[in-house]
Nanobody, 121 residues
């Protein structure tokens, strides 16, 4: 079992940056693939980015490629999402997720409570 707590959301103007953090409990953080999803009002939750257990491989949805960077610090049991050049369409609740699989699946079993990101135009 792993517990996830996101932080770092907020209100930012278009073109600005935010860094989300997801702190996890337990001593087995390095055994989980990690990722970020988001859900905008009235829309389904969508995949944003994922990173493998070691941090050596990452993958992004097309709409955030070149603007967002996912990273992890296994010593601090934390995964990050650096978001640059933010757009109003990035406005959503962002969720951290953990998966004991080698690669994050589409239905990871562990989720954080979410953090709101609002980008004003």
């Amino acid at each position: 079992q792993v517990q996830l707590v996101e932080s770092g959301g907020g209100l930012v103007q278009a073109g600005g940056s935010l860094r989300l953090s997801c702190a996890t409990s337990g001593r087995t953080f390095s055994r989980y693939a990690m990722g970020w999803f988001r859900q905008a009002p009235g829309k389904e939750r969508e995949f944003v980015a994922r990173i493998n257990r070691s941090g050596g491989s990452s993958y992004y949805t097309d709409s955030v490629k070149g603007r967002f960077t996912i990273s992890r610090d296994n010593a601090k049991n934390t995964v990050y999402l650096q978001m640059n050049s933010l757009k109003p369409e990035d406005t959503a609740v962002y969720y951290c997720a953990a998966d004991p699989s080698f690669v994050l699946t589409s239905t990871p079993p562990y989720w954080g409570q979410g953090t709101q990101v609002t980008v004003s135009s």
